[in-house]
């Protein structure tokens, strides 16, 4: 009998609804935005559903169990949170997708909207659980104790599940120590590992980039992308393209050795589109992946474009070759030779790879 592993966007289309159900057997759950004009999610929406009726009606479709709200931006304008008249209607939404049997629970980062929907809705606060968002950077035993202990500070359930910080994919001794101690103390508790979100390591744009997205939504009026191209990650690959392979993405061929440990795997790359997911599932289930690795990867996905990187041709243990990795990139060379052997241009303006720069 297959054991569910997959935690993959959703999107509003019916064709991949279709898709997701003809999968179901692999899926454990599915995450969700309410799609409005006002952004509530860490993303900026490729499209816009003000129709909440249409949400749910779709969302019965899938035949997938666990199904989870995202309420998951760094943070939220403060009328949102002191303002009624701006609460209400949200509380309004949540609710009416509870009754309608659509939601599990809600992903979140802002402890301040989490305290905010417990005072005001406490009934409905006890039926869901409050899953941590993937970017609360759950990379140790006092983080996630903190973490839950605040969630039994207020009326919404405890996870069923928890995301531990992606940075833990390739520290794989701190991995099975983390994930040891969970299932020791936290049995309950499933864990799951992001997969091919493909940022840098230890990004130390994150943060910042996640505000900008958030006062996006909140201003309507986001340039997040503009600033990243100029000042943040986009403009360090195109000069050190190698820096890929730092990532702390988990390749389909590698899920398998990860699985003995960890429960799920999350994938990312809701802005992408459906052939994106539909390419990406599809790879995740079959554990196996014939192309440009850089089309797996939602953040470095417009690296696709420029470069070519033949999945197979990285070596079966490229996972624990990468867990060894100290950050000491001035004193090895080891990802730009790999990146050199294995990658190549599909940019007709760019005849050769970068050379390595001073760092």
């Known amino acids: 009998m297959t054991t569910p592993f997959l935690n993959v966007p959703f999107l509003p289309e019916e064709d991949y609804i279709e898709f997701i159900n003809s999968n179901s057997a692999h899926i454990d759950s599915i995450h969700f935005s309410l799609m409005g004009a006002k952004r509530l999610d860490n993303r900026i929406n490729p499209q816009s559903i003000d129709n909440l009726d249409t949400i749910i009606q779709l969302m019965r479709q899938v035949k997938v169990q666990n199904k989870y709200l ?31 049997g659509v939601v599990k629970g809600i992903v979140y980062y802002d402890q301040f909207l989490l305290q905010s929907l417990s005072a005001e809705a406490p009934e409905l606060a006890k039926s869901l659980e409050a899953i941590p968002s993937t970017n609360t ?7 996630i104790s903190s973490h839950l202990a605040y969630i039994r500070e207020t009326n919404f359930r405890l996870p069923s599940k928890l995301t531990l910080d992606r940075a833990l ?99 990312c790359g809701r802005a992408q589109g459906v052939d994106f997911l539909k390419k990406i599932i599809s790879a995740y289930i079959a554990k196996n992946y014939e ?47 790999l990146f050199r052997a294995i990658a190549r241009p599909l940019d007709a303006n760019k005849k050769e790879l970068p050379e390595e720069e001073a760092m």
Not at 137 to 143: F, T, V
Not at 295 to 307: P, R, Y
């Open 169 to 267: 994919n390739r520290n794989l001794e701190k991995l099975t120590d983390t994930i040891n101690w969970c299932k020791k103390d936290y049995p309950e508790i499933k864990i799951e590992l992001l997969a091919n979100e493909g940022c840098l390591p230890f990004c130390p744009y994150r943060s910042s980039h996640d505000a900008y997205i958030a006062l996006g939504n909140h201003e309507g009026d986001d340039n997040s992308s503009d600033i990243n191209n100029k000042l943040g990650c986009r403009q360090l690959l195109d000069k050190q393209p190698y820096r890929l392979l730092q990532s702390p993405f988990i390749r389909p061929e590698d899920v398998d050795s990860y699985l003995s440990q960890t429960d799920l795997i999350l994938l």
């Open 291 to 337: 192309g440009n690795l850089l089309g797996l990867l939602d953040s470095m996905n417009w690296l696709s474009e420029q470069l070519y990187i033949e999945n197979s041709a990285l070596a079966f243990d490229f996972a624990n070759m990468l867990s060894v990795c100290d950050n000491q990139c001035h004193s090895c060379g080891f990802c730009m030779e």
């Open 70 to 100: 995202l309420l998951n931006s760094i943070f939220y304008g403060p009328d949102l949170l002191t303002k009624d008249e701006h609460l209400s209607p949200l509380i309004a939404c949540i609710e009416k997708c509870v009754n309608a």
């Open 137 to 143: 950077m759950l990379d140790s035993q006092a983080k």
